[in-house]
């Protein structure tokens, strides 16, 4: 009897081992489950902290960060990039005389049509607030800023989205302001700088006449057109914008 009780006392310790073991592995399971839905929701929700609600492009916060990132890696190694500023034509009166859910529908439109020239991994589109956006092209220099800039003007004036309260065209169109930071430049060059020059060849470009590209001379002191808008060539190819057509100046399609 004293040792069927042993016996029978080892195999209900044995029993228990196995139930607190099987009780462990499922917490274990469950607590890995939890951890990998937590990584799910905040890669969520830091996607959500860097997507503009309206129209799902970068916000400001992400076109922030990565602009200084590719400030950062085209200094390092010595590579052009292109930031184009593009500010909505008239957007106000379009928003007085077709609504604000028009204004939003029109926003969306445009937004997709930027994102459409944005052809490489690298080029990102962002919402930079109201109706102005950026797009932000690494290793894109003068000439392939030329031909993304026409493909922008070409890509929303296809749109055919009617304004007919803008002064400057019967549809929606854009204008277009460009700043390039040169491959061979050494001088260190602030996110901030690169903005305030887009910023200024975009003001260029509106007190000419809107629905145009301006691009800024490197230095920010001079502007060159480089683009009329009203009959803008057609989107090229991606082996245009490796051109180096260093200052030429592209001519409008016929309609």
């Known amino acids: 009897g004293w040792y069927?009780?042993?016996?029978?006392?080892?195999?209900?310790?044995c029993y228990l081992l196995i139930v607190l073991l099987s009780e462990n592995a499922r917490h274990y399971d469950r607590l890995v489950q939890n951890g990998a839905d937590l990584r799910i929701a905040n890669d969520s929700l830091l996607?959500?902290?860097?997507?503009?609600?309206?129209?799902?492009?970068?916000?400001?916060?992400?076109?922030?960060?990565?602009?200084?990132e590719q400030i950062a890696i085209a200094q390092r190694h010595r590579?052009?990039?292109?930031?184009?500023a593009v500010d909505v034509d008239h957007f106000k009166a379009y928003n007085d005389r077709y609504g604000h859910q028009a204004g939003d529908d029109c926003l969306k439109a445009i937004a997709a049509a930027l994102k459409s020239c944005c052809q490489r991994p690298g080029d990102l589109a962002a919402r930079?607030?109201?109706?102005e956006f950026s797009?932000?092209?690494?290793?894109?220099?003068?000439?392939?800023?030329?031909?993304?800039?026409?493909?922008?003007l070409n890509t929303i004036a296809n749109l055919r989205i009617p304004h007919a309260s803008s002064a400057t065209a019967p549809h929606i169109s854009v204008s277009v302001g460009a700043a390039i930071l040169a491959g061979e430049s050494s001088a260190p060059l602030a996110p901030a700088q690169l903005i305030a020059q887009a910023d200024r060849a975009l003001y260029c470009a509106k007190e000419n006449g809107r629905n145009q590209s301006v691009l800024s001379d490197g230095e920010g002191v001079g502007f060159t057109p480089i683009c009329s808008a009203l009959n803008a060539p057609a989107a090229p190819d991606s082996s245009a914008r490796a051109a180096s057509m260093q200052g030429q100046a592209l001519q409008p399609q016929a309609s």
């Not at 590579?79 to 184009?84: D, E, F, K, N, Q």
């Open 128 to 131: 930079y607030g109201g109706e």
């Open 47 to 68: 996607e959500m902290s860097m997507q503009d609600g309206l129209t799902g492009l970068a916000n400001r916060r992400a076109f922030d960060t990565y602009l200084t």
């Open 135 to 152: 797009l932000i092209l690494p290793d894109t220099d003068r000439a392939g800023a030329a031909h993304i800039a026409a493909a922008v």
């Open 4 to 13: 069927a009780g042993r016996i029978y006392g080892v195999l209900a310790a």
């Open 79 to 84: 590579r052009p990039l292109t930031l184009a």
